[in-house]
């Protein structure tokens, strides 16, 4: 069936260093994609969002890039702080009456 | 204004033992899902309902049924439940409920243990 994964489980950044975690789908009628950031304990929370329709959008230190042609997605994030430490879940919905299918996540890890 | 409020944090519970997770928001979100998040699966979704008095099943729906009898209130019940069913539990709600889908806001989760 069709999903959404990330190529990279971890990732160890140095603060002040940028941070990019990428996420592949294979889902070509998908035209909607969220990033979410999850603290441990705590429920996911929205980051950022972009539509098949763009190819780039930033929002404050962070920027995600939709790559249609090979279906990949990433999400950069300008100058890594510690309150960055969490783990990534890009997730991806198609037009329709269908629910957001998540992929497994990414752990980022800021080394002080 | 609270979001989304889910009980309770955290339960220990009996096999074959019958329990209720609830959520509610208070942002008269039309949709609400309902997540299961085990180490090494990411979120996967249980059920969920599009507006009030209408649900439908997600990816892992066996073992579970929910309700939407209005729009804040979306009970998660485990009728029997087994071991497998340890897991964190979240809710979340989303505006629009169809296309296009709307970004979702979760709560804090329920932590669920089962013996």
């Known amino acids: 069936g069709e999903s959404v994964g990330l190529h990279l489980p971890t990732l160890s950044v140095q603060e002040g260093d940028n941070s990019i975690i990428n996420c592949a789908y294979s889902n070509s009628a998908s035209d909607y994609f969220i990033w979410y950031k999850q603290e441990s304990g705590k429920g996911p929370q929205f980051i950022i969002d972009?539509?098949?329709?763009?190819d780039k959008r930033q929002g404050q230190r962070v920027t995600v890039l939709l790559n249609k042609t090979v279906k990949h997605l990433s999400l950069q994030i300008a100058a890594t702080q510690p309150g960055d430490s969490a783990v990534y879940f890009c997730a991806e919905n198609m037009a329709g009456n269908t629910p957001l299918v998540f992929g497994k996540g990414t752990r980022l890890s800021v080394i002080a | 204004i609270a979001g989304i409020t889910q009980a309770p944090t955290s339960q220990i519970l009996a096999a074959g033992r019958r329990m209720t997770l609830r959520c509610t928001q208070d942002m008269r979100h039309n949709a609400m899902y309902w997540y299961r998040q085990d180490l090494g699966l990411g979120l996967r979704l249980i059920h969920y309902s599009n507006t009030a008095g209408t649900t439908g099943k997600g990816e892992v729906p066996d073992g579970y049924s929910v309700s939407r009898a209005n729009t804040d209130d979306f009970p998660l019940t485990l009728a029997s439940a087994v071991p497998s069913q340890t897991s964190v539990y979240f809710c979340a709600s989303s505006d629009s409920g169809g296309a296009p889908v709307d970004t979702q806001y979760f709560g804090p989760g329920t932590r669920l243990t089962v013996l």
């Open positions: 972009i539509r098949s329709n763009m």
